[in-house]
């Protein structure tokens, strides 16, 4: 067929169908960016950088770590500095850090010129596993206070006790601070002072890292412990003004205290650091609260726990101490009696009679001087806020749910690795 011939229309269709199909194409594809600018992004990779935000490859390092009692110009004096180069540093560190609280232990590095490797162009110190100084050394000194990019990593933990928690995570070479997380989350459910042999567990939790270095233990989103063959499982749970750990039900794994020791009675004096005492009539740190109360008032432990005191001083009189878990403990101080059966080594509930308000030792008139230590130190209980007790609320339960489903995916996942201890 010639097309040059004489059949216009035939002509006209012959072009005008691809040029359709053409523009049926440009309108059915989804739009794009133009391919080009693509490729110079893929072309524009970011440089590699250190933890200090140092191109690699540019420079070579050079490292040390501050010995005892060095000091700033000790330091110096490896980069060939001499005293009028340090007083200048000094002058303009201190700017942003004070050059005499550089401690021993820390790192610190040189980083010189990879083509000229006389010539030092940053010096760098650092001031904690999070924070860095920098010294840069073009026409003029350049000082910088900066700090290093942290990461957070989920990561999962098991083991099995044989004789304490600390123990084995030290033999699987984790973070300490991963123990003392656990403890706080299970201190109601497990009494971290009567461990058992066989006792285990599985743990999901965030670490947060500065490049391969641990920078502490940020949190814990689930755990499984098995105590005394009782299991104990707990999810992570935060959202408007809740926050704390759920069974998988929804129950909170903390319980609360009572708020006093006793049913009736009145503050008579609070917690303070500098109270005058009002029979040795000087200022002394009262570290309880009073409640006055009617000669043979009950007096009632605030929570479960185990009785570790029932004695007599000449200042407390008589007085009975609780261990409630690994975090607190309480103390009921000038009791005229102690209640039946109290004496150490005894279980009491929350609310149990354990002695009776007196005015033994060192008191002016019947009372009962409550004191509260938590992690070993004696706190102000009224002061101490207690997160909330109380369970999920239903509106809370279907995200809980699907927050508790994923994380007990990632527990299943989690084998024991230790045998079994015999
Ligand atoms: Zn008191």
Redesign the pocket.
């Known amino acids: 067929m010639k097309l040059s011939s004489g059949n216009p229309i035939r002509y006209i269709l012959l072009l005008a169908v691809p040029l359709l199909l053409l523009a049926a194409l440009f309108f059915l594809l989804p739009a794009r960016e133009p391919v080009p600018e693509l490729v110079i992004e893929v072309a524009e990779e970011p440089p590699e950088l250190d933890e200090f935000g140092f191109e690699l490859g540019v420079y070579q390092v050079d490292s040390g770590v501050v010995a005892p009692r060095q000091t700033l110009s000790h330091v110096l004096a490896r980069f060939e500095m001499g005293p009028a180069e340090v007083d200048a540093i000094a002058g303009r560190m201190q700017e942003v850090f004070n050059p005499r609280r550089i401690r021993a232990g820390q790192p610190y590095y040189g980083y010189y010129d990879a083509e000229d490797p006389a010539s030092l162009r940053y010096f760098v110190y650092e001031i904690s596993l999070l924070e860095y100084l920098k010294i840069g050394f073009s026409d003029t000194l350049e000082v910088l206070r900066g700090q290093k990019e942290m990461q957070t990593r989920q990561r999962t933990a098991n083991g099995i006790i044989t004789s304490s928690l600390w123990n084995v995570l030290r033999d699987h070479n984790l973070h300490p601070e991963l123990a003392i997380r656990m403890s706080e989350v299970l201190a109601w459910e497990v009494d971290f002072y009567r461990i058992q042999h066989g006792d285990r567990f599985k743990v999901v939790y965030r670490e947060d890292f500065t490049g391969d270095r641990s920078a502490g233990v940020s949190g814990i989103d689930a755990i499984f412990f098995i105590h005394q063959g009782r299991e104990i499982l707990g999810f992570h749970f935060e959202q408007d003004t809740i926050s704390g750990f759920f069974n998988p039900l929804g129950d909170n794994l903390r319980k609360v205290f009572l708020k006093a020791p006793l049913e009736f009675g009145r503050i008579s004096?609070r917690y303070s650091t500098s109270r005058l005492h009002p029979i040795l009539n000087e200022r002394r740190p009262?570290y309880?609260t009073?409640y006055a109360a009617p000669h043979g008032t009950p007096i009632l432990a605030v929570g479960d726990g185990v009785v570790t005191q029932t004695s007599y001083t000449s200042g407390n009189g008589n007085f009975v101490r609780i261990r409630h878990n690994s975090v607190y403990e309480t103390q009921y101080?000038h009791m005229s009696r102690f209640g039946n059966g109290i004496r150490p080594g005894v279980r009491v509930s929350q609310g149990q009679v354990i002695g009776y308000v007196g005015s033994t030792g060192l008191a002016t008139g019947p009372h009962v001087?409550f004191r509260f230590w938590k992690n070993g130190q004696q706190v102000d209980h009224l002061r101490e806020e207690f997160p909330s007790a109380d369970p999920l609320p239903e509106i809370h339960m279907e995200a809980f749910g699907e927050k508790r489903d994923s994380l007990m995916r990632i527990l299943n996942t989690i084998a024991f690795r230790d045998a079994l201890p015999i």
């Open positions: 004096s009262h309880g009073d101080l001087c």
